[in-house]
């Protein structure tokens, strides 16, 4: 079954992993393998000297377990190209749903390049294999099962408040993520921020997904905590 497995958490996280928390942080596919986010990490150091107890979730790792960590890093990377998408395209499933016809024209104009607007030079040698294909569908296949598991594992949390960073090839899975999350605990309040809500994004995001409670746009280092205070959440006891 999948797992919405983290990276390793330090000793005395993971001796507390079903304790209840305040504020859970999370990380969604398609962020980096191989570290961790500064920003999420600068918060929870921040919220813990306010007496907040606070965790960052890094759902990267259990995605590219189930898909293979080879394949992950190849769509982390943005091979073959960065304007086709791809992280985003596998997790608009979870996010809108799918159907063999959209599928068969996202494979036919934009990864081999029938629509003029994505014949560009892949990074990769390698031409779009069906076999690298059949991955590809694999994958997009497995996005809703694995954001359901992840949002079982943030509700074994019980937290009061949810924060997703959206950066690189994440937006669509922290959108079907939070979508996901306010269905099964609309009392959670969801805070979205990060590099893809800066600007004229973040406007639109909170305008299109009513589901988000805010969007905080651009540096959230003052944005989110005052998200925080809106809320009131108190240290639990």
Known sequence: SLMANECAQPAEETATISMQ?????VSLPF????????????FKTKLAQTGLRTRVFYFMHGFAQAIGPAFYHQ??????ARTDLVGE???SAALFGSDAASEAAYIEQVLLGG????RVKKISANA?????IAQLLRARSLARKYILACVD??????PRVVGITSMFETHTAALAFASALKDRAPDIFVVLGGSNCDGIMGVETARQFGWLDAV?????????PACLLYTSPSPRD
Do not use: K, Q
Request: with cysteine.
């Open 21 to 25: 928390l305040d504020v859970a942080l």
């Open 31 to 42: 962020g980096p393998l191989s570290f961790p986010s500064l920003a999420l990490s600068l």
């Open 89 to 91: 395209w596998i997790f």
């Open 128 to 132: 779009i294999s069906a076999d690298w």
């Open 153 to 158: 594992e943030i509700l074994r949390c019980a």
């Open 115 to 118: 629509s003029a607007h994505h």
């Open 75 to 80: 769509i982390s990377d943005g091979d073959p």
């Open 216 to 224: 905080v746009c651009g540096e959230a280092d003052e944005l989110f």
